[in-house]
């Protein structure tokens, strides 16, 4: 059994991550939640934490954004879109349950303190921004390392917030360029 609720959008996706994982999972029912649900979040972020798993698409990303905002202290887990995509759909309740599994096991949480292991200058030296295939190496180093894909800016926000170290970034990295 989790320990942390797990937030997600819907009650499709309540069902999917039932059905890959033993935890307690609440919907947020879309962008159109309450104060009361706010307030009902921090009381149980502060007794047994939350984890944040939204669909991989702009409103899922907002949805997380607003939920963060208001509830400090949260889990962040990502699906990558590739695995959350079915008939054109992306959401959670798309994704396996393998899937689902790895992204609550990779679930991180947002570093209080602001920090700057990682610079501009650093993803455009190591291909990451600025270069023709970029958003790809993004992506898959977002599966990896489990926050998701963005773009430049927002991928530097995720390594320095999530608290990825320069080790960890350069093993995922290692990993990708096998491949390439």
């Given at each position: 059994?989790?320990?942390?609720?797990?937030?997600?959008?819907?009650?499709?996706?309540?069902?999917?991550?039932?059905?890959?994982?033993?935890?307690?999972?609440?919907?947020?029912?879309?962008?159109?939640y309450?104060?009361?649900?706010?307030?009902?979040?921090?009381?149980?972020?502060?007794?047994?934490?939350?984890?944040?798993?939204?669909?991989?698409?702009?409103?899922?990303?907002?949805?997380?954004?607003?939920?963060?905002?208001?509830?400090?202290?949260?889990?962040?887990?990502?699906?990558?879109?590739?695995?959350?995509?079915?008939?054109?759909?992306?959401?959670?309740?798309?994704?396996?349950?393998?899937?689902?599994i790895e992204?609550?096991?990779?679930?991180?949480?947002?570093?209080?303190?602001?920090?700057?292991?990682?610079?501009?200058?650093?993803?455009?030296?190591?291909?990451?921004?600025?270069?023709?295939?970029?958003?790809?190496?993004?992506e898959?180093?977002?599966?990896?390392?489990?926050?998701?894909?963005?773009?430049?800016?927002?991928?530097?926000?995720?390594?320095?917030?999530?608290?990825?170290?320069?080790?960890?970034?350069?093993?995922?990295?290692?990993?990708?360029?096998?491949y390439?």
């Amino acid at each position: 059994m989790i320990k942390e609720i797990i937030v997600v959008e819907g009650k499709d996706d309540i069902a999917a991550v039932k059905n890959a994982v033993e935890a307690e999972v609440i919907a947020t029912g879309g962008f159109g939640y309450s104060l009361s649900f706010i307030e009902n979040l921090k009381k149980i972020a502060e007794k047994r934490g939350i984890i944040i798993l939204t669909d991989p698409d702009h409103a899922g990303e907002k949805i997380r954004k607003d939920l963060s905002k208001h509830v400090k202290n949260c889990k962040h887990a990502f699906l990558p879109q590739g695995k959350a995509l079915k008939k054109g759909n992306i959401g959670v309740e798309n994704a396996t349950k393998e899937d689902i599994i790895e992204a609550i096991n990779k679930a991180r949480p947002v570093i209080s303190e602001k920090r700057q292991e990682f610079s501009k200058e650093d993803l455009i030296e190591l291909g990451l921004a600025g270069s023709q295939n970029s958003k790809a190496r993004r992506e898959k180093l977002g599966d990896i390392l489990g926050i998701g894909y963005c773009n430049a800016k927002q991928f530097l926000n995720r390594l320095n917030n999530f608290g990825i170290t320069r080790e960890e970034l350069l093993r995922a990295l290692e990993m990708i360029e096998e491949y390439e």
